[in-house]
């Protein structure tokens, strides 16, 4: 990768979608956000939706400190990961299908959890049901254009909990990569159905189970 907060990190071959990721331009909204849970220390990150492990393999680069484990449902998607995790020397936890008891033995207040499953968040992140989401922060991707109701619906449900910050997407600007041609700056187009929003949810430390 070329710039970035995962500047340096490699990509396997295989994976076909490089353009944006290999430029640094993918979800540039998120980089100053990347930049500040880097600092924030954490002692297990979390990704859910990991696909071929951009987040999960740039996290364990960043924070050697931190267990990665990455949860992705497609098998293809969990091999491109671990080919990752191997090409970049970092350790990193593969497995399948998330759910919330996964979360019952992370440390208290130390853990982040990012999510991008396609409009899943919905059923998923709801700490009526599984009292253990309300202890941990959260990165979710809000697929609203799936349910109307997501990103309403997830920040009433961490509201009393969790301080909430909302990052949309931003028009990319060729003249922020002088490396492009009039060719090659299509590659900045991450093809989203529509603007996106990303909830950054941050647990209040006075909050704790009972």
């Not at 093809?191 to 006075?206: D, F, S, V």
Request: net charge negative; hydrophobic share 40%.
């Amino acid at each position: 990768m070329q710039r970035g907060p995962f500047r340096g990190m490699k990509y396997v071959e295989a994976y076909g979608d490089l353009g944006a990721k290999v430029l640094g331009s993918y979800e540039e909204e998120l980089h100053e956000t990347v930049e500040q849970l880097v600092a924030a220390n954490y002692d297990v990150i979390i990704n859910v939706g990991a696909a071929e492990g951009y987040y999960a393999v740039g996290f364990a680069l960043r924070c050697p400190q931190a267990k990665v484990i990455a949860y992705e449902t497609s098998p293809a998607g969990r091999e491109l990961c671990a080919s990752m995790a191997q090409l970049n020397a970092v350790p990193v936890e593969v497995r399948g299908t998330f759910t919330t008891g996964d979360l019952a033995d992370v440390p208290d207040g130390r853990t982040l959890v990012l999510m991008d499953i396609e409009g899943g968040e919905l059923a998923l992140l709801d700490p009526d049901v599984a009292p253990s989401l309300s202890l941990v922060d959260h990165v979710v991707e809000l697929h609203d254009f799936v349910d109307p109701s997501i990103k309403e619906t997830i920040l009433a449900r961490f509201r009393d909990t969790h301080d909430a910050r909302l990052v949309a997407t931003t028009p990319r600007r060729e003249a922020d990569y002088p490396e492009l041609t009039s060719r090659t700056a299509r590659v900045l187009d991450e093809h989203r159905p529509c603007p996106m929003e990303w909830a950054i949810l941050t647990r209040r430390h006075t909050q704790r189970l009972h």
